[in-house]
């Protein structure tokens, strides 16, 4: 490739990319070259400024025709747009955690890594949702994945910290593996890794035996990505890696690697698998393994929402709550309803500010405590009462109660998977008596804030970072639960419906 | 008319401007609560006087647009929520001023006022909303502001479990709604009351689906007002303060279910099993809660069953196609029923304790509070002249034309025990001596007595809108342009209101035999029959049972599956765990074998689903 070749690519369409390496490289230098005892909070607000560069790029780009580059391997697809402002969005939040987190055996030495760290997560989840090819799409996963293994345990000297990223990796490797194997189904009769030619070539397939085998890499693909959702039956590792890791990481974990995790399962199965034609029916094989989707779907809800019921731990109870959130996003991918994006989207939105909003919470109840136990909220009501006013917020959006964005967000999902023929009532069902399981545990948070009597009575030391995660998070929970059609005008307006995904 | 989307609004604001400017307030806090509720009645009175002369007003505008659905939001004024409007108001503006006197000294007295905001704000927005959506909305925040009010003396743990049974048992209902309302939506495409009611007439619903969603929203409207079986709530629910108890379980957010059915009642008018439900879960309960008031020894455990029983008596009437008879019994119970709770809170004010075999001779002490006290319990026992007495003959005559007959001797019953019971309690806490030595009893203040005296006038006056002496002005207008609401007025044979008002007499007469001229020994019962008497001392043991169901239940459910996540699953990855053991003696302690559990369940739900693959997708 020469140099006007090189140069006739149309680069700016990667330039929130750019500027996230960018950000990364410098803050990677910056810390290097920095004084040992210089305070790192500095980095931390470079690499959020980066963020907020990458979001600002980003809108401007959002009226830009869908185009690829690099042989098609990188798209800015409509699809590509909607899901990395969620993600941006959301890492821009876990970034204001990262600055406020101080540990209390301290970790100065590493918090220059622990925000570039960060930044080359993002990356990797970026690219992932504008690969157009799998390599790409793979490369990008394993930087997310990678950086994320450290980040888990970049408390050093915390034994528990350790122990959460040595079980992340042992259970990504395996997730990978699986991943891979199934990937490598799809090239072996394709011959192809860009998922466009892929699709072109598996839509003219004839041969039943060929069906079946990528009916069997689905499975594989399935069940490998969803490691990165932490739904059945790659989730057990979700609860020890959230309770071990540092509270910005299981907040990113939770909420922007989730995100991540969607992203690649809906690109690489809806462009792969919606092509296929099926061997018994006149539809594509995508809609004959609906019931599979749908039974790890109810799985999930089922194993999230009853063992959160016994936990003691707060951040263990989140990592159930959020298999069990993951579970009940599958169900609008398994119905594949003309609103499945819409509704996966808006519950992203709506999940991503519930939860964050609610992590940076116990950051800052849990922070100075060795432990996370649930008693650390009884009487926060008592100690700060916008604090418990706020949580309040986040657990009734979580719960699903009417007024917050997590009410819209399920109300969507039911509705599209009864608009759909066949409906979907068994899974909804699942989905409604799980949603009244996970009352019981959400309720025993209220509880604790509202009618407990608070251990000691101090006042809770306010920093700037979190509050302003909070209050950005209950804002939006409340504004759109009251008011949903800002954000639906939104998509509608800028996305198109994604129909450019597969063009 | 247009304007009475701003009714909800002024308690919101209250709510708002407590939450924040309530510490610096303090007990001035009553005064932004009283004159912000009193906008909201002020308007609520303006837009039921429009109502009479003007058609049923409806706005709406889209609120969210899901694929080619539209759902919208908007507010409706119509006969049945115009008066629903002005009754909610009125007893929560009482309440509110009743509180200034009752709450006085509460260290979260701000607090107290922002939360009966809320709540006024959730169920005047309930009132409003014109589809079933919207009143989901505000039926789940009503809840909310329920929980948060009988919670309300958190350090007392009584009243946290209290708040936390009601919050779980109005759920267990509410998720019946939730089900109910999506089936509905499936099947006429739409949430609004009208358009349902259209598809429902054209016969595009089956007669199976028009049952089965009237009984789901019916189970909603069970958990809310306290019906069998989910009624055990509202009883422990009397641990809130007892203003709330009046403004709460007894005007609005109880009723609210007897609401619910009312505004879906030609949902329900299109199945009879549906109708047939209603009217044997409301028979059955009004004669089961009044059975269980008749032992009970705590005055708010007294009124709360005997709510509970009138508003078995509501949907009763509503299941015999008595549509007006139901809405005006809630009418009349709301002023009544709000007027005991007051009345019985300055009571417990007077005497610092809720224990009636404690009181007793409080009639000369209390010497507003005891007469008003007396019109309350006249009222609902339905002696003839108030208000009671009309709207419970409205029920009887109801469900006898209905044709009914064995719901209708179980009404007439539970009117005896009705009587009896609330006789009982009026004469153990005002007649003959004082029991203990009860010192410093005094009157209470002005804001308590006012509120009361107001509802004492209503409990008399408001019985006569809609009498068969004086014409059914009340029926006639509330079923004035809509078929489905059944007729305004129901002939019924005159007998019916002279047993009533003998059957009423009776129970009366009963207990001024036993707690007065004592002529009948007071253990007649527990002497006679004692199982009789231990079974509804326990309240027929409904909460020990689902004690022993329901949290035996989930336990065993959750400790099943802690036995499979950690028996049966790591059992039978054991021999694998077994083998990658002995093979990574040297891999560190951190990995204990738990790592190789989550690998391997991953493994084993991935080899699963591949084997019913291969089962099932054609290759084998």
Redesign the interface.
Known sequence: MDLDKLLSFQWGMMTPEFLILGTATILAVLDLFMPKKMNRNILGFFGLAGIVAAIVSLTLLLGQDTASILHDTFRLDSFAKAFKLLLLGGAALVMLLAIDYKPKEGMEEYRGEFFYLFMTALLGAMMMSSSGDLITLFVGLELLSISSYILAGIRKKN?RS??SA??YV??GG??TA?TLFGMSYVYGITGTTNLREMAGLLSQIDN??HV?IL??AF??IF?GL??KLAS???H??AP?VYEGAPTPVTAFLSVVSKTAGFVIMMRVILSVFAAVPS??SDLPLLFSMQD?IGF?AGATMI?GN??A??QRSIKRLFAYSSIAHAGYILVAFSAM???MF??IWFYLLAYLFMNLGAFAIIQLMTMKEGTEDISHFAGLYRRSPLLA?AMAIFI?SLAG???TAG??GK??I???A??VDP?HYVL??IM??TT?VS??YY?GIL?QM????AAHHEKIALQPGTVITVIICAAATVVFGI???LA??FF?SNFNQFIDFLQ | MENAWLIPLFPLLSFLVLLIAGRRLREASAYAGILLTLASLAMSVYMLAERFTKPTFKSESVWLTIGDLKLTAGFEVNQLNALMLVIVSLVSFLVHIYSRGYMHGDERFPVFYAYLGLFTFAMLGLVLSPNLLQTYIFWELVGLGSFLLIGFYFYKESAKHAAQKAFIMTRIGDVGLLIGMILLFWQTGSFEYDEIFASVKEGAVSETMITLTAILIFIGAVGKSGQFPLHTWLPDAMEGPTPVSALIHAATMVAAGVYLVAATFPLFAASETALMTVSVIGAFTAIFAASIGIVQKDIKRVLAYSTVSQLGYMMLALGSAGYVAGVFHLMTHAFFKALLFLAAGSVIHAVHTQDIEKMGGLWKKLRFTAPLFLIGTLAISGVPLFSGFFSKDEILVAAWVHGNKALFWLAVTAAFFTAFYMFRLFFMVFAGEARTHMKNVHESPGSMIFPMAVLGVLAIASGYINTPWFGTFLGDWLVEGNSALGHGHVEGPAWIMIVATLVSLSGILLAYLIYVKRSISRDWLISRAPLTYNVLRNKYYIDEFYGMTFVYGAKAVSLFLRFIETFLVEGLVKTVTVFVQTLGKTGSKIQSGQVQTYGAIAFVGLAVLMVIFALTGGYL
Do not use: H
């Open positions: 034994t350790n122990e040595m079980k042992i259970n395996i997730s699986i039943p035996q079946y009916g069997l499975l594989m069940v969803s490691f059945a039956p790659f057990m590792w020890d061997n018994d599979y790890l194993i009853v063992i019921l016994r309803s003309v609103v819409d509704s006013g009734l109660i009417p007024g009410f819209i109300l969507d039911f509705l599209g009864l608009m409906a909804v069902s409604i008596a009244v009352y019981f309720f509880t509202f009618f407990r009597p008011m949903p059609q639906f005008d509608n």
